[in-house]
Each structure stands twice: as C-alpha cells, then as structure tokens.
C-alpha cells in the first residue's frame, strides 16, 4: 500500500517553462487537493476534488490548474512558471467527509 | 471566511516537560478542528481531531487537545514530552463539507536533552 505519492520529489524550473507535478493515490479516496507550503504560511489549499470529473479552487488558485480523470489521479498544471511559485508542494488525500487526510511527501519546486 | 492563528512560531521545551501549543481559529459558522505534525521532509500526519462531542480530545503520541467555543481556541497539550516529538505543528480548520482546510503557520516544537 504505497498511499499518497508525489513526483518528482525535486525540480528546478526556469521562469515561463510549463510543469506537471504528479500526485496518484491507491487507496480509492473520493477527495484529494493540493496544498503549497511557504515559510511562516502554514499550508494553503490551491485546488481540491471530491471525485472523478469535479474540481474547484482553494484558496490561492491563480497559475495553477487541474483535472481529474481518474479517481487515482490529480495532476497539477504550472502552465507557465513564476518565481513566486517557487514552494514546496503537497498532494492529500482523502476517503470521504470526515476521514483524515493522507499526504504525500511533497515536491520542492524552485524556479529561477 | 475562517483564519488559523498559531502565535508561537517556536517553542523550546526540555525533555520530560509539559507543552502547550496555542491555536485560536476566528469563524463565524460551525468549524472541525484538526492538529497535524510534520517531521523534516516529510508530509503531515493526522494528530487528532474534533468533529463534535466531548472537548476534550485524545490523539496519538499522548497528545490531547481542548475546543473552547467561548474563546475560540482549540490548544493541544502534551504532559510530557519526548525528544522525538521535535517537530512542527499545525492547526487547521475545516468548513461544514471538508472540502476546504485553512492551516495555521506552524509552530516548531523543538525539545531539548
């Protein structure tokens, strides 16, 4: 039982280059979203989906996209690299309502 | 809107000592309150949670933590702490559906020998 995994572990983008960070789940959870995480910030919800084919944005959205095609997997797009991207990212997952949350070791991204 | 508030950016604790970790969460509708930890360089780990019920909540590592609806906080607490618990602390706050969790800036817990 693998969990929650996140590739690539590292990457180093230049500014305008596009990127997928991958997150695939094999635990069949409903609910999975993905999280930037800043010094002094805490984490904030970037985008989340509570199933195959439905997703919405968190809290900071702008720059990132998503989709979900699979209930396994939740890609997330940089369509066009900013250095204020540059964080560490965590992919989460859930069974349904009310079931913690499993996170992925996250993927830290710098962007030059 | 909700907001997490961890006033402690660091907290230094000897070995064997009791710790407290403040979280105050500002909301205006029903909220679940969460506390995660997270080891260097690895994702966070489900600490305990309050959906309802008793205040008093027991999670795992010997860590409880209590909601006070009054005073909006929900601090966690442990009586006696290990070396091993050196790490940093999250709280975080979810709305009525789960679907969105709104996480505190962290506080490191750094226990000493």
């Known amino acids: 039982n693998a969990g929650v995994t996140q590739t690539p572990k590292f990457q180093v983008l230049k500014t305008g280059q596009s990127m997928t960070l991958q997150c695939a789940q094999d635990m069949n959870h409903e609910y999975m979203s993905w999280y930037r995480q800043d010094p002094g910030m805490g984490l904030r919800l970037i985008h989340y989906s509570v199933g195959a084919g439905i997703t919405d944005q968190g809290e900071v959205p702008n720059g990132y996209n998503v989709s979900r095609s699979t209930t396994e997997d939740f890609p997330l797009r940089l369509l066009s690299a900013a250095p204020s991207q540059t964080s560490v990212y965590f992919c989460a997952s859930s069974y349904a309502q009310r079931q913690p949350q499993h996170f992925g070791d996250g993927t830290r991204l710098s962007i030059l | 809107a909700q907001s997490v508030t961890q006033l402690d950016s660091q907290v230094p604790v000897f070995e064997e000592a009791p710790v407290e970790l403040r979280c105050n969460y500002s909301?205006?509708?029903?909220?679940?309150l969460f506390w995660y930890v997270q080891y260097p360089n690895q994702g966070l780990q489900l600490l305990l949670k309050?959906?309802?019920?008793?205040?008093l909540v027991k999670g795992i590592n010997g860590f409880e933590a209590e909601f006070n609806k009054s005073q909006t906080s929900f601090h966690l607490r442990k009586p006696s702490v290990h070396i091993s618990d050196t790490a940093e602390y999250f709280c975080?706050?979810?709305?009525?559906?789960?679907?969105?969790?709104?996480f505190g800036s962290g506080t490191k817990l750094n226990v000493k020998p």
């Open positions: 975080a706050v979810s709305d009525k559906n789960f679907n969105k969790f709104y």
């Open positions: 909301s205006s509708v029903s909220v679940y």
């Open positions: 309050y959906l309802s019920g008793s205040t």
